[in-house]
């Protein structure tokens, strides 16, 4: 599996991209921030908000299809929760304001991840004296999520090659039994990769 | 339960993320303390494993399917510090690179999965493992702990959402406690099945990384209270708001002075509060945790056979 399915517009070459972090997570709070607070007669905002976030879109060059398919991955979570406020008095206003602020913040976090290297992003972070420790356990999943996902495919190619498709209270066991060894495996590699680490001079 | 932005109100997030940086906060301090350096990289694979585990699908009727959540299977493996430590990394993770819950709302997923499901779990399973020996005892406490972690979690989640005023706290929290009450089942059935495989080829492996100090099992216990304390005390405050942002108004208004000269605010509220329902679905939990302290036990008999039975077979 290549790296790059985890952030692949991230590396695009745009005046968006080329601004600094900091600039875009600043701006990306403000926006989410306004959503969070924004009552059902500050529609203008939101107004205001969707045209700042088009824009954004256009001048950062990642495919508006692409955003649109990642507003709709999350958009079924965004409803269900949304329909629980029709049981309000007002609710219908209560339901759109919600799933109109939910989806233009969503947008906002989107466009900031795929405009932002995930490199920048913990540089940020350290700057915000995010503790060290954490730091690193970040940089490590990052680097590793691609290498344990093939991992995971290799366990499942040998499982499917050596038996016939389970039961679903059999294939229970054995997905199971998938990841139990996929922790094992994982540990194992912790350690290599720790040993890999001392040899390049890291200090805790 | 990944919470988007937009639903929670300024405070209620804010508030979320300042317990869940202070708990964070304590639990890298203690774990600088207490790690050895060799298993720093554990903690970054383990973070991976759980956000690649979590791709995993198990079949449920009807072509769905159900996955690994994972904050109790990291507590007991590395110790509920470094599950806070790994859940909030995944989550973190999940929201700057995929955009899986919201920035805002970071601090509310942080608390909810990684502080509330890593504390409770981990508190929970270090109290139930008394219970049984060996393997046996780890597996049935494991799926008991799993369980309440995730509805102690859904609950924390419907709180909050009932606070921001997002949705009536009567309706939202039975259908969290609910519906997770089931998902729970299932993640302690997954969670007792990947122990067993882990603690079958590599028993050393599950128990916790934290060299074994005599403060170390402080943590666990007094992180579980927090967390119950915590529940127990929102739950009043949530179902005290049906409808957050026309009883602010209202308080505001007219009825503000009349509340102040009653002198005690809270009487008024806690108990029309805690109607039936509320009552009802607490008790439901409490039969819940009862009847998912049987089920472990059987769970834990029929997955880890006991020496007599191994010796025959």
């Known amino acids: 599996m290549r790296h790059g399915f985890l952030d692949r517009h991230s590396r695009l070459q745009s005046p968006i991209h080329a601004l600094p972090a900091w600039s875009k997570a600043l701006a990306t709070l403000a926006v989410v921030v306004s959503m969070a607070v924004a009552s059902p007669s500050w529609w203008p905002v939101l107004v205001v908000a969707a045209v700042l976030l088009a824009a954004v879109t256009w001048q950062s060059r990642i495919p508006a299809g692409f955003l649109l398919r990642r507003l709709l991955l999350v958009e079924p979570v965004v409803v269900i929760v949304a329909t629980l406020a029709l049981w309000q008095p007002g609710g219908r206003t209560l339901f759109a304001m919600l799933v109109a602020r939910s989806t233009l913040s969503l947008a906002a976090l989107i466009l900031f991840v795929n405009t932002t290297r995930f490199s920048e992003v913990l540089d940020l972070l350290r700057r915000c004296r995010v503790p060290s420790l954490l730091l690193t356990v970040l940089a490590l999943m990052y680097r590793c999520v691609f290498v344990l996902v093939d991992e995971a495919e290799r366990l499942q190619r040998a499982r499917v090659s050596r038996s016939f498709s389970p039961s679903a209270a059999r294939s229970w066991r054995w997905v199971a039994f998938q990841a139990g060894q996929l922790f094992v495996r994982s540990s194992e590699r912790a350690e290599r990769i720790y040993a890999a680490m001392c040899a390049r001079g890291w200090r805790p | 339960m990944h919470i988007p932005d937009g639903f929670l109100s300024l405070q209620t997030a804010a508030a979320a993320a300042a317990v869940s940086a202070v708990t964070v906060g304590v639990c890298v301090r203690r774990l600088r303390r207490t790690l050895q350096p060799r298993q720093v990289p554990l903690l970054g694979l383990t973070a991976t494993f759980v956000f690649v585990a979590q791709m ?176 127990a005390l929102a739950v009043p405050f949530g179902s005290s708001l049906p409808d957050g942002l026309q009883w602010v108004v209202g308080q505001l208004g007219l009825e503000h002075r009349a509340v102040v000269t009653a002198g005690a605010p809270l009487a008024d509220y806690l108990v029309p509060g805690l109607d039936s329902s509320l009552l009802a679905t607490a008790l439901a939990g409490l039969a819940g945790a009862g009847l998912m302290l049987g089920v472990s036990c059987l769970l834990g008999r029929l997955l880890v056979p006991g020496k007599r039975a191994r010796a025959e077979g």
């Open chain 2, 56 to 231: 995993l699908n198990f079949p449920v009727a009807g072509g769905t399917s159900g996955h690994l959540l994972g904050a109790t299977l990291v507590a007991v493996l590395l110790g509920p510090a470094a599950a806070v430590l790994v859940i909030t990394t995944v989550l973190v993770v999940q929201c700057l690179v995929f955009a899986d819950g919201g920035l805002l709302a970071l601090g509310a997923n942080v608390l909810n999965m990684a502080v509330i499901g890593g504390l409770a779990g981990g508190g929970l399973h270090l109290l139930v493992r008394r219970f049984g020996s060996g393997l046996r005892g780890t597996v049935t406490a494991a799926a008991f702990a799993s369980w309440c972690s995730v509805v102690l979690a859904a609950t924390a989640c419907a709180i909050q959402l009932a606070l921001s005023g997002a949705a009536p706290a009567r309706l939202v929290l039975p259908a969290m406690a609910g519906v997770h009450a089931v998902i729970g089942l299932g993640e302690a059935v997954i969670t007792a099945l990947v122990l067993v495989s882990i603690g079958t080829t590599r028993p050393e492996l599950v128990g916790g990384v934290e060299t074994p100090t005599s403060r170390r099992p402080a943590l666990a216990p007094r992180g579980l209270l927090v967390v119950l304390a915590l529940v």
